[in-house]
């Protein structure tokens, strides 16, 4: 394999899988794919989230030197997705009265957002905000910049995570001394590449399904409305399936030779068996049952999670994807208990990706976030040459210096990435300046106004009244 000089390279860890990925961007906007690895995390992450951190860094370290080796090139930097049961997202409201007749200019609609970054959520952690609409007066407004108003409310879609959680993602990355270039949000790095615009801007939601977790996310007129993790995937129907005293690894793959997501009763022949082993046979009624009620109760939690106002409104539809979103009539039973009949699978990326690898040509949707994080991906993370023949010195060639990213402002919501810990902090070091700007002159206008309010005082006093008396008494007659 020939040496690479530059690429990007992506990490999702999920429930069953962390999975990397490399790959080059082209001129056309095209990916090609380079390297692909996957490693089992089913001993040390669950429903998505980082539960032991010491497996989870070996995996990690292990996972890089295996790209390394098939790029044959050093690994400077990472692009994460960050995903997991404990994602949901909050609405949150900040109301601005201002003066008679203002214009609203960008530094009032900038006040908004930092007073909603500071809101507090106990243990949970702002990952990152969606604008909504903004309410000048009584109408509302995408851009709200320019017009004349008394009043100004900022609605935001605030998006959560617990501390912790986030605390043992970014531990694992250090304790492998793997650097992160950026975190991003991988639901929304998802949706980037498997909505098309249309269905953005009409309503839809996006349902991808994993293996422990599915996770929701509803947008309307091109923006995030809701975001949502349920803690039930594919595994749950494995799991049920195996309750019929039978290994996981057996049920499994039952379930992926016969199970449906729907059949007609019609369809269902009570005389059929599917084979568990040599020696025992289940009843097709029996499996379809099983099935079908786990199936359903998934269904329903999506529909549960769509908010009320945009239920009626999903022009778009729903779209799903995710490894669990291969089974037999998926749409058919998304149909039948939604109620919605615009159903679609997002089987791959809209992007074009070029691959030699098998399983990202089988299109299958379980690379869909994965390939979404490394099309978002903006940095260069290739370091030096690896010499295959063991030469010291041969990893000291550099690849071409690539000009980082514009710095992200403090008040700029850039969806679907995360703050960096600098960022943090020069956020919050900025907050503190404007409140002690704010107080400051607060406090020179009160000192101010107690002045006036001493002078005028001073002018209606008594003794005050006396003198000025006495000096018009004395003075000369012209």
């Known amino acids: 394999m020939a040496e690479f000089k530059d690429f990007i390279v992506a990490i999702e860890l999920g429930s069953s899988k962390v999975t990397g990925i490399a790959g ?107 604008e909504q609409e903004y309410r000048v007066d009584t109408q509302l407004q995408m851009d709200p910049v320019g017009i004349r108003a008394n009043r100004l409310e900022g609605n935001f879609l605030n998006i959560l995570e617990r501390n912790s959680f986030f605390q043992n993602l970014n531990k694992c990355f250090e304790t492998s001394n793997i650097k992160v270039a950026d975190m991003y949000l991988a639901p929304l790095a998802l949706a980037n590449v498997v909505l098309t615009e249309a269905e953005k801007r009409s309503g839809c939601a996006l349902v991808d399904i994993g293996a422990d977790t599915t996770t ?159 099309i978002k991906g903006d940095l260069n993370c290739a370091g030096g040459y690896i010499d295959p023949n063991g030469n010291l010195f041969g990893d000291q060639e550099q690849a071409p210096v690539v000009a980082d990213r514009r710095p992200r402002q403090i008040d700029e919501i850039a969806t679907g990435t995360i703050r960096t810990a600098s960022e943090e902090e020069k956020a919050a070091e900025e907050a503190r300046r404007k409140k002690e700007a704010a107080e400051a002159a607060e406090a020179e206008q009160r000192r101010l106004e107690e002045e006036e309010e001493r002078r005028k005082k001073k002018e209606k006093s008594f003794w005050n009244k006396t003198k000025k008396w006495l000096e018009n008494l004395a003075a000369p007659e012209e």
Do not use: W
């Not at 019929?244 to 019609?266: G, H, I, R, V, W």
């Not at 791959?348 to 390939?371: E, H, K």
């Open 216 to 374: 929701v996310s509803v947008f309307s007129k091109n923006v995030l409305r809701h975001l949502a993790v349920i803690p039930l995937g594919s595994n749950n129907i494995t799991k049920d399936i195996a309750s019929l005293q039978m290994e996981e690894s057996d049920a499994e793959k039952m379930k992926l030779a016969y199970a449906s997501a729907y059949t007609d009763n019609n369809d269902i022949d009570p005389d059929k068996k599917y084979p568990i082993d040599s020696e025992r046979q289940m009843e097709s009624r029996r499996f379809i049952e099983i099935v079908e009620a786990r199936m359903e109760e998934i269904i329903e939690n999506v529909r549960y999670q769509i908010p009320a106002e945009y239920y009626d409104k999903l022009l778009g539809g729903i779209i799903l994807t995710g490894g669990g979103s291969n089974m037999k009539n998926i749409e058919v039973a998304f149909k039948k208990y939604t109620h919605i009949d615009k159903v679609r699978v997002a089987k791959f990326v809209n992007t074009t990706v070029n691959s030699s690898n098998d399983q990202i040509r089988q299109r299958s949707g379980m690379y869909n976030t994965v390939l979404g994080l490394l």
């Open 24 to 130: 080059q961007k082209k001129p056309d906007g095209s990916i090609s794919v380079l390297a692909l690895v996957r490693e089992d995390s089913s001993s040390f992450i669950r429903k998505g989230v980082v539960y032991n951190i010491d497996k989870t860094a070996q995996c990690l370290t292990s996972m890089v030197k295996k790209l390394e080796t098939q790029l044959k090139t050093r690994i400077t930097q990472v692009f994460v997705g960050v995903g997991g049961q404990s994602i949901r997202s909050v609405r949150n409201s900040i109301v601005k009265d201002l003066p008679v007749d203002s214009i609203i200019t960008q530094e009032m609609v900038v006040e908004l957002m930092d007073m909603n970054r500071g809101m507090d959520y106990g243990d949970q952690k702002i990952l990152d905000v969606a």
